[in-house]
């Protein structure tokens, strides 16, 4: 199971001008975007692909990350941009946070049963291979689980269309309903993307806090 991510801060979009000593200086503009970012041998971030499917190098990391050698994670990351002289573009990346995107899984996986704590969708939007999702809990202290049940796979093999049923596992635990949390989640799709499957429709289920059941239904068009 993956533990709530919490909040890493709203999303930064101003674009500052600042004088000093009679020259003009520019702070470009701070963006949060999910991200796939990849490692080195050494674990550490070297470059990142955009949910537009742009591949940019990390110029710079301010958070020191590390990860598995040689692998790659799903990030919610505030970056910076720079076009160096040579035209290449890069990123400095000032903040990040991990995504909840563990690979649905079939209901018999969850030997201990499927919860279904309440949670709220505030965005969800399709990226390059994931669903995008920002959900808000009740929480207080304790760390609350989340993952992807996968309900239903129907495929039409004379068409290339497989239809998906997924839903949101949470477990709050004993936490307290006390404030407002956030959770960054990205449900990866692309192994529903099989030889043969030209469109997927991703339908996503979960538990509301007014205690109805919410669909969201989504196509995904694989590049292969």
């Not at 949390?181 to 991703?202: C, F, K, N």
Request: charged share 20%; hydrophobic share 35%; aromatic share 10%.
């Amino acid at each position: 199971m993956y533990p709530m991510i919490r909040n890493i801060g709203a999303v930064l979009t101003l674009c500052l001008l600042f004088t000093a000593c009679g020259e003009d200086y520019f702070v470009p503009s701070m963006k949060q975007d999910y991200l796939t970012a990849y490692s080195s041998a050494s674990g550490e971030l070297t470059s990142v692909v955009t949910d537009k499917g742009v591949h940019l190098p990390v110029l710079s990391d301010a958070t020191h990350s590390s990860i598995k050698a040689d692998s790659l994670v799903r990030i919610v990351c505030n970056y910076t941009e720079e076009t160096d002289n040579n035209g290449t573009t890069g990123i400095h990346i000032n903040a990040l946070s991990g995504t909840v995107s563990p690979i649905p899984q079939p209901a018999e996986k969850f030997t201990d049963g499927i919860k279904t704590d309440a949670a709220d969708v505030l965005s969800i939007w399709m990226g390059l291979d994931y669903l995008n999702c920002i959900v808000e809990v009740k929480a207080q202290n304790k760390t609350h689980y989340f993952h992807f049940v996968e309900e239903t796979v129907e495929t039409d093999e004379a068409t290339g269309h497989r239809t998906v049923s997924l839903l949101l596992y949470h477990d709050a635990g004993s936490d307290l309903q006390a404030y407002t949390q956030r959770a960054y989640l990205s449900i990866p799709l692309r192994t529903y993307a099989t030889e043969g499957i030209s469109t997927v429709t991703v339908r996503f289920s979960l538990h509301t806090s007014e205690g109805e059941v919410k669909t969201y239904t989504y196509d995904y068009n694989p590049i292969n």
